[in-house]
């Protein structure tokens, strides 16, 4: 069983989608049971953020409808897949809790992306934050995550409450494991060793899925490069052209060498364009049906509706289980 989740924060941008989202589509697959989740509750960590005054920015429901139309528009079947928005699942928010009481406050400590994104004034929900997660995996027993570099951190804590939890109350919860797309990490457009980000207050660092063809051009056009002519790959030295030849090798579903030999006499330039026109053709697909797909919002609602119960059916029976064994009076 695969299970993954993502934020309706932002703008859902070219690292999510070659990152993870592509990888959703490639894994439904007959055989497969696959169940992907918008985690508005994890959204809310971003959305609702303590300051010096409290902001609240209460779009949520907006971008969850957005993001659930980008979703389908990039090829995730609900009819094959289990779809669904996490607050709609409120067994979610009630394994978070049982977790957190067998959680050792110093497995939280240790996590980067906290540490990142922590500010003077943080939320006790951004702290908690990788115990909703892991919520959400054990939740449906899920054997494999596919999510982005970022997230593995993320997984490797949600085994060792895997392991605890089968250890303390004699379970057998399956162990999750951390599942690679081919573009685990896309980098910012404008820095090599940055990651392509929701949160970069500077648009021209990242490809949004809902950019126009004129955008992605420029964006792709004003990107850093170096100053070496000629186009092949090396991590370590030229980071940034290394980052579009992955996004290149992504779209066009050609090897490393290939691309290499098509551009071995072709500029920057000759590269830039072609690789502009490759996302642009596969995102402005996906934005034309995305556009579709809002045109009716009722139908929209009820897809995630539906999706919602298949999802509750596995997590309330998953959920009776843990209660069980932890004690609880069913
Ligand atoms: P989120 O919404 O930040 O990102 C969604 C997915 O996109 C991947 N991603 C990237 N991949 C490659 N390059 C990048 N620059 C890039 N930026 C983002 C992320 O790794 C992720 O797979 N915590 C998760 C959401 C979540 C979740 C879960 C995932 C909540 N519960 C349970 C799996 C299972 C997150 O913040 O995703």
Known sequence: MYFSGIQPTGKMHLGNYLGAVRNWVKLQQPGNQNIYCIVDLHALTDKLTIDHEIKFNLNTKSDTLSLAATLIASGINYKQSIFFVQSHVPEHAELQ???????????????TQYKDKKKEYSTLGLYTYPLLMAADIILYQAQYVPVGLDQKQHIELTRDYVQRLNSLFKLNIIEPQYLESTCPKIMSLRDGNKKMSKSDTNDGNRINIDDSKEEIFEKIK??????????????EQRPEISNLLRIYQAFSNMSMEQIINKYMTKTTVDFKRDLSELIANELNTIAEKKKQILENQSELEQILKQGSLKAREIAQQNLKLIKTNVGLLI
């Open 97 to 111: 809790w049982i977790l957190s009481c067998i959680a050792p406050q110093n497995w939280l400590n240790k996590m």
């Open 222 to 235: 004003r990107s850093k490069t170096d100053s070496i002519p000629q186009i092949y790959f090396d991590q």
